[in-house]
Every structure is written in C-alpha cells, then in structure tokens.
C-alpha cells in the first residue's frame, strides 16, 4: 500500500515549483486533484509540442487527476469549498496576495476545514518586503547567490550561468513536501491542520553549505575543494572518455594509491595513471575496490545505466495523445 493513500490534495500549483511538490505527493499515494482555469494550466503549452503533448506537462503532470474550475466565478468558489471540506492539503505557487483575493486565503480555509494543510510556494514568502515579487527559477537562482557560486566552480572571473533543470522551483517544491508531510504528522496528535510558507529565496539559501564555508572560513565550499588539493575530487580523461573521482583522505586515498602505484596524489599523475585505461577498465578497478568514481553520462547513456535500469527508474509510457516513449518513476524503492 502507498503511504500516503486516503489523502486528497487540492493542487492549484502551476509552473515548475508546486507541481513537482504535487507529483511526489500523488506518487506517494495521495489523491492529488490538480485543479486549472479554463484556459489550462501553463506547462501544458510549454513548447516543443509532441502531438499536442508537452514535455514539461509530461514531466510534471504525473499522478494526478485534473478538472477545470474558475474559481472567480461563484458557482466555480462553492465548487472548490465543498472540495476543501473533503480534503486534506490546498497546495498552491500563485504570486502572494492571489488565494486572499479570490477569497480563499488561509483563514477561509481553516474555518471550512480545521484540519486543512495549506501550503503555498512563492518566490519570497507570503511576508517581507519583498513579498510581492514575482519569480521564476532563475531569479531565484540570481537572488540566492546559488548564480554566484555556479560562476564560482567554472571561473570566478567570467560569466554567470545559470544551473539547468529549474533546481530553484526543484528545491522548493521538495521544502514544501517536507512541510506537508509534516504537518500532515502533527495533525495525527492535534487533530488541526497548519499554514506551510516556502520561499523559493530561504529554500535556495538554506541548501547552500558555502554560507557556512564563508562566514567561518572565509572561502566557499569549492574554494575549500581545490584547497583541499587533487586528492578531493576532480575529472580526469580516460583514453575513451571522462571519469569522475572522489578520493578521500583515508582508506579511500590508500586503496588509489596501492593500486594505481602512485605514492604522491598529483593532479599530473593521476590524470597519467586514468590515461592507460578505458572509462569501463577504470570504473572496473577502482569501484571494486571501494573507490568512488563514475563515468561521465549524457542523457541516453544515463538511460542505458544498468543500475538505474536495474531500480526500475524507467518505465515505458504508452500515452494515446503521443508516441510511446521512456518516462521516469519515483526514485524511492
Ligand atoms: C509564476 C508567477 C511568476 C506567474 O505570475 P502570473 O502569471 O502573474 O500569475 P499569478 O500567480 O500572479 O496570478 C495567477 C492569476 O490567475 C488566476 N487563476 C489561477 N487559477 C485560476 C482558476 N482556476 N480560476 C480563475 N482564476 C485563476 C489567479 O486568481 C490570478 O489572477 P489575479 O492576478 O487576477 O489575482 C507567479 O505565480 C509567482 O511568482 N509564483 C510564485 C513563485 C513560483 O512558484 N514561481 C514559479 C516557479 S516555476
């Protein structure tokens, strides 16, 4: 049985952020109701369209039954209220001020339903003087000073980046996940429900051990890597491609050492050693013998990796409206 079955979620999320929030929860069992105006939900128009599919709809829409509702109109309101009484979590990433304006902010929401969970993500909170703003992922990215950090790995001099697969509307989503479930837990001691705030900005902030780094040291958390010398991590070209190492003091850096023949870590002599070999005969050897280190895949390599195959992280989709094609599972066993 899924854990989380007999919960019904109310998802008025659109984008990137309060979807992805929404597919673990329906992956996880809930009754996840994603709920659009009527002129559809965005990601559904997302371009490039594959027989009237979008990829990112396919991606985020995952899970989840869907109705259209307009909820300005009084019919549409009573029709969401009564769907309210009967559910669990209103999960929603409008920009802050939207649910109050619809009449369907926080405190309407207790009074039809005590033991509501409501959750919202936005960019900056539903407080602060920047509770207005509106956002995108990669404000978010810009905000948080995680743009700044990107530019820091590649060149601290050069251009900013910014870091693919919206992780800024990723990391928040999982945040708000996190509250939901719980405040779905405390519910079973207090019998009442609780207002979950994620900011896209504190969620960014809070994942980032640099601010820690910087404050006590100084140095970000890649500065501190390449400080720490070629012993750390670093990619290295096998005579067939790329490999990543991560070669811990300790055990790890004697295991590398001992087999590779090398008494000193030195960027030139590891890159010398990974050389002779091909990417397999380098995964082979270190890997059976407890050192970290993984080829560098792109997307349909990834795909053919026998370990996520063998997890079952893929499952072939047979979608009426386009062609069959591979699509992702949840990454939990
Ligand atoms: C994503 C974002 C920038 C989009 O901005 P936007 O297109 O101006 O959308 P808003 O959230 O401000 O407003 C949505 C509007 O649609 C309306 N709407 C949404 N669902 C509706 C429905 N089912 N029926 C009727 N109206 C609906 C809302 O009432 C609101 O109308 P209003 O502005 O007249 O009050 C903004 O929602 C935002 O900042 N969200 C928080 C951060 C976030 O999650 N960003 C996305 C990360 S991928």
Redesign the pocket.
Known sequence: MKPLKGIRVLD????????ICAYYLGAMGADVVK????WG??TRMFPPLVKGLSPYFAFLGRCKRGV??????PR?KEL?EELVKKSDVVLE???????D??GLGWDRLRELNPGIVYA????FGHTGPWRD?????P??QAASGFMWLMRDVVDPEGDYYVAPE?I??TV?GFTALIGVLAALYSRHETGVGDRVDVA?LDSMIAIQQSVSFWNLAGMTFTQAIKGAGPSVYGLYEACDGWVMLSLTAGRITDNFMELSGIDELEVERIAEWVKRYTVSEVIEVLSRNGVPVAPVDDLDMVQENVQARARGMFVEVDDPRAVSYTHLTLPTN
């Open positions: 008025l999320t659109h984008a990137h952020a309060g979807p709920i659009e105006p009527l939900e965005m259209t509702l307009d909820l300005k109109k549409g969401f990433n409008f920009s802050p001020g939207t649910m304006r619809l919202s993500i936005s960019g703003y509106r956002s995108y992922d404000i978010a919206a800024a509307d928040p896209q």
